[in-house]
C-alpha cells in the first residue's frame, strides 16, 4: 500500500468546515492522505491519535483522513462531498483526538451527514 499527501483533499475539508461553521474543527491538525493499493471496502477513514499517544509524544490531538484512491476517486462529486462531511463527523466537538462511533445516544451518524450536506448544498446554490 502506497500512501501520498492529498492536498486537494485537505481544500475540500478547508472549504467545508467553513461553509458549515465546523469551529470545533482545526484544521491544522488535520492531515489528508490518499492511499493506493488498499483491499478494504472503505471509501475513507479517520484516523485517531489517541491520549496516551499524545501525551508520550507530547503533542497536541490530530487527526489523519485517508481517502482510498481505488474508491473514493470514482465518486461523483456529491458523493466525495458526503464521505468527507462523514470522516468529520467522527470528530468530537471536544477535539480529543478520539473518535465518534456511527452510532450514539443521539442518533446515527447517516442522519448528521445528510443534514450537514443539505444544509452545505443550500449555501453552494
Known amino acids: 500500500m502506497e500512501w501520498y499527501p492529498a492536498t486537494d483533499i485537505?481544500?475540500?475539508?478547508?472549504?467545508?468546515?467553513?461553509?458549515?461553521?465546523?469551529?470545533?474543527i482545526k484544521l491544522n491538525k488535520i492531515?489528508?492522505?490518499?492511499?493506493?493499493?488498499?483491499?478494504?471496502?472503505?471509501?475513507?477513514?479517520?484516523w485517531s491519535f489517541p491520549k496516551v499517544w499524545q501525551m508520550a509524544l507530547k503533542l497536541p490531538p490530530y487527526y489523519?483522513?485517508?481517502?482510498?484512491?481505488?474508491?473514493?476517486?470514482?465518486?461523483?462529486?456529491?458523493?466525495?462531498i458526503r464521505t468527507l462531511i462523514h470522516e468529520l463527523m467522527h470528530i468530537p466537538m471536544n477535539f480529543s483526538g478520539s473518535l465518534?462511533?456511527?452510532?450514539?445516544?443521539s442518533g446515527?451518524?447517516?442522519?448528521?451527514?445528510?443534514?450537514?450536506y443539505r444544509l452545505l448544498a443550500n449555501k453552494r446554490i
Request: include cysteine; aromatic fraction near 6%; charge should be positive.
Open 31 to 46: 492531515v489528508c492522505y490518499r492511499s493506493h493499493g488498499s483491499t478494504s471496502r472503505a471509501r475513507a477513514r479517520i
Open 100 to 105: 465518534l462511533p456511527h452510532r450514539t445516544r
Open 10 to 24: 485537505k481544500r475540500e475539508l478547508g472549504k467545508i468546515v467553513r461553509e458549515l461553521e465546523l469551529d470545533y
Open 64 to 80: 489523519i483522513i485517508e481517502v482510498i484512491s481505488e474508491r473514493f476517486d470514482r465518486l461523483n462529486q456529491q458523493e466525495k
Open 108 to 116: 446515527h451518524l447517516e442522519k448528521k451527514v445528510e443534514k450537514f
